[in-house]
């Protein structure tokens, strides 16, 4: 079972070291033991790294080193995640006030803050009914977001998992990312293990699954994408009260992804449309980009940028890019701008910071 590439590299030199030293796949069943936290078997490893070079042969001794390397660095990324994923967790310092206020502060997206501010009320007052002794419906946390590409599903999806956290939803309130390519392996079979591996990192906090559709794109023939969406169906019903999963993608295809498994859109109870930015709304979120980088819109770029918008919003299909659409435009300017600005010999401070017509891209 292939988990990580330094999970795999242990268990190929133990296996080198197993078939060079004839023990019988004694060593290989330390790797795999290891590999479910079973610290006995890093014991009994290491006697057996021991005494393969006790025996003084040098191809023995040389994968009986390399065998010991695999297992530090095994350890040593284990111990790196975890760190990591336990920092991000302390740093967040916010309270739920703050974070609440920081939801209701994004551009745009009415219809997600009061969805979303009904889930956290509904929540609270069912804490407060737990209190009690009174009777809580049961429900499910996981949500699924539909909508466009570049509307704030991911931004909105971090700040629900650590809102959950602050509310004792959530042991964790960690946020975690993935694709088709995390929770499907390669050969049959494998990819329980690999979507089971990737709910055991993300319980406690939020599983984010964009493009969720890509699990099951190519339908019947998919025999992986299937596998896929019976374990996560099982897991979705089995960890519901320590992790949220939020699913996410295109309106149309969503509804195919729903429609794939009997049980699936039944875990959901909660569906959030997310709504395409209007040329207001975008032109807001240009000018925040530019503030936090330090550059301003001169009143004329300011001008022509909210009629290409316009023009823009009013053209778009379906698939609009929307807060993708208006970083691209950003990137061109300030791209733009540095090439204008590299050939001025000593540029003003106001130079260095506003963006000008001039910098604007020609295409889009």
């Known amino acids: 079972m292939k988990i990580t590439n330094y999970e795999q590299n242990l268990i190929q030199n133990c296996s080198r070291l197993d078939a060079i030293t004839n023990s019988n796949g004694n060593i290989t069943n330390c790797a795999l033991a290891i590999i479910e936290n079973k610290i006995e078997a890093t014991k009994l490893l290491c006697k057996f790294i021991e005494r393969a070079s006790e025996l003084k042969n040098s191809h023995i001794t040389q994968i009986a080193i390399a065998t010991k390397d695999s297992l530090i660095s095994f350890y040593g990324h284990k111990q790196l995640t975890y760190m990591l994923s336990k920092a991000e967790i302390e740093e967040d310092h916010s309270t739920l006030e703050e974070l609440t206020l920081q939801l209701n502060q994004l551009v745009g997206l009415n219809n997600v803050k009061s969805k979303v501010n009904d889930l956290i009320a509904f929540q609270k007052v069912q804490l407060l009914r737990k209190e009690k002794g009174l009777h809580s419906p049961k429900s499910t946390m996981h949500l699924a977001f539909i909508g466009n590409p570049g509307t704030g599903k991911t931004t909105v999806a971090r700040i629900v998992g650590r809102i959950y956290q602050k509310l004792g939803l959530l042991s964790k309130g960690h946020f975690m990312e993935v694709s088709r390519t995390d929770l499907i392996a390669g050969y049959q079979g494998q990819t329980a293990h690999k979507v089971k591996d990737v709910i055991k990192k993300a319980k406690g906090g939020v599983l984010f699954i964009d493009e969720a559709y890509s699990i099951t794109e190519n339908d019947s023939n998919d025999s992986y994408g ?17 992790l949220v999963v939020i699913v996410a993608g295109y309106t149309d295809p969503m509804k195919q992804f729903f429609d794939s498994n009997p049980g699936l859109k039944s875990r959901f109870n909660t569906f959030i449309e997310f709504d395409n930015y209007n040329a207001n709304e975008l032109m807001d979120i240009l000018c925040y980009m530019s503030e936090k980088e330090d550059y301003f819109l001169s009143d004329r770029t300011q001008e022509v940028l909210k009629q290409l918008l316009l023009d823009t919003t009013q053209s778009s299909g379906k698939e609009f890019a929307n807060g993708r ?40």
């Not at 969406?229 to 089995?238: D, F, I």
């Not at 300017?333 to 020609?362: C, F, G, W, Y």
């Open 226 to 242: 299937r596998e896929c969406l019976t374990e996560l169906t099982k897991a979705l019903e089995e960890y519901r009260k320590d």
């Open 325 to 364: 659409f208006v970083r691209n435009i950003f990137e061109s300017m300030i791209m733009n701008h540095a090439r204008r600005i590299a050939k001025v010999e000593s540029p003003t401070m106001q130079e260095l910071k506003e963006l000008s017509e001039n910098d604007l891209p020609l295409t889009l």
